[in-house]
């Protein structure tokens, strides 16, 4: 199954604005919207935002998401070092009726 | 406090079986679509099934297909993961989760190995 793309890494000092993308198609990004993810070594994976672009109860207003057509995006502003993570995205492909992912975007904060 | 809690996970040889199990809490288990997502070591993430809610219909991605067979129930709020003919392949964390990936349980690890 073909999988949404992600960069593999994002490097942004401590407290600039970090920007993650997240490539898809109308089947899927474009579809219903993507959900990121964030996950910390060792962790399992936390949801940052729901595919409406909404951050769930207890994520930072420093987190958000957006989307234009088959691109959705995560603004990460005023970077800590605890964000140094790994985000991925994720929706729902209409054709494939399967969940397909990015590769990961490993943010590094210097 | 929503809650999903994998188990089930283990060491075993190539074309052996395991059941992961899924214990959820906290939600109306009957309300919601489930899903398996895996992630092998040092990789990305990788969705294995999904279940909807009323349990009638399934996905896989092409890897498990005919191998691996995702049930819930509800009675019990329990989600399953039976995994036949396990493959070195096979090997990572499972994670249960609550659609649309928005609840993750702490995952349990599966290792194929001889």
């Known amino acids: 199954q073909a999988g949404l793309t992600q960069p593999p890494s994002v490097s942004k000092g401590l407290r600039q604005t970090a920007t993650l993308t997240c490539t898809g198609s109308?089947?899927?990004?474009?579809?219903?919207?993507a959900v990121w993810l964030q996950q910390h070594l060792g962790h399992p994976p936390k949801l940052l935002s729901h595919?409406?672009?909404n951050r769930p109860s207890g994520i930072s207003e420093r987190f958000s998401a957006s989307r234009s057509g088959d691109t959705a995006s995560l603004t990460i502003t005023g970077l800590q070092p605890e964000d140094e993570a790994d985000y991925y995205c994720?929706?729902?492909?209409?054709?494939?009726?399967?969940?397909?992912f990015g590769g990961g975007t490993k943010l590094t904060v210097l | 406090e929503v809650q999903l809690v994998e188990s089930g996970g283990g060491l075993v040889q190539p074309g052996g079986s395991l059941r992961l199990s899924c214990a959820a809490s906290?939600?109306?288990?009957?309300?919601?679509?489930m899903t398996w997502v895996r992630q092998a070591p040092g990789k990305g993430l990788e969705w294995v099934a999904t279940?909807?809610?009323?349990?009638?219909?399934?996905f896989y991605v092409d890897s498990v297909k005919g191998r691996f067979s995702i049930s819930r129930d509800s009675a019990e709020n329990s989600l399953y993961l039976q995994m036949n003919s396990l493959r070195v392949d096979d090997t990572a964390v499972y994670y249960c989760?609550?659609?649309?990936?928005?609840?993750w349980g702490q995952g349990t690890t599966v290792t194929v190995s001889s």
């Open positions: 989760v609550r659609d649309p990936m928005v609840v």
């Open positions: 906290g939600f109306t288990f009957s309300d919601y679509w």
């Open positions: 279940l909807k809610a009323e349990g009638s219909e399934k």
């Open positions: 109308s089947k899927n990004v474009g579809y219903q919207g």
């Open positions: 595919r409406n672009n």
């Open positions: 994720s929706a729902w492909d209409s054709s494939l009726t399967a969940w397909v």
